[in-house]
Nanobody, 118 residues
Framework: QVQLVESGGGLVQAGGSLRLSCAAS????????IGWFRQAPGKEREHVST???????YYADSVKGRFTISRDYIENMVFLQMNSLKPEDTAVYSC????????????WGKGTLVTVSS
């Protein structure tokens, strides 16, 4: 079992930055792909970014050039640096571990709320 806990969400003005963290316990994250997903009110959950076990990165078109995913194998954590935030980035952001890239993850955190004001 892998337990995931997100942190770093909050309220930020448009154009600002936040750094989300995903901490794991139970097992090392190094064997999994780790993804960030978000769900805005009234909308379906969508893929944001994934980093593979080997370090390959994938991004949704809507966040390319603004968000950067990274992982710390020693600290067993994954990060999502979010720059140039827009009001449409407002959502609950969750990290997930598994073998998928754009979905199909096995373990999920509860999420952290990001609110971007205009």
């Amino acid at each position: 079992q892998v337990q995931l806990v997100e942190s770093g969400g909050g309220l930020v003005q448009a154009g600002g930055s936040l750094r989300l963290s995903c901490a794991a316990s139970g097992r090392t994250l190094s064997r999994y792909n780790i993804g960030w997903f978000r769900q805005a009110p009234g909308k379906e959950r969508e893929h944001v970014s994934t980093i593979s076990e080997s370090g390959m990165t994938y991004y949704a078109d809507s966040v390319k050039g603004r968000f950067t995913i990274s992982r710390d194998y020693i600290e067993n954590m994954v990060f999502l640096q979010m720059n140039s935030l827009k009001p449409e980035d407002t959502a609950v952001y969750s990290c997930a571990a598994g073998w998928g890239v754009y979905g199909g993850m096995d373990y999920w955190g509860k999420g952290t709320l990001v609110t971007v004001s205009s």
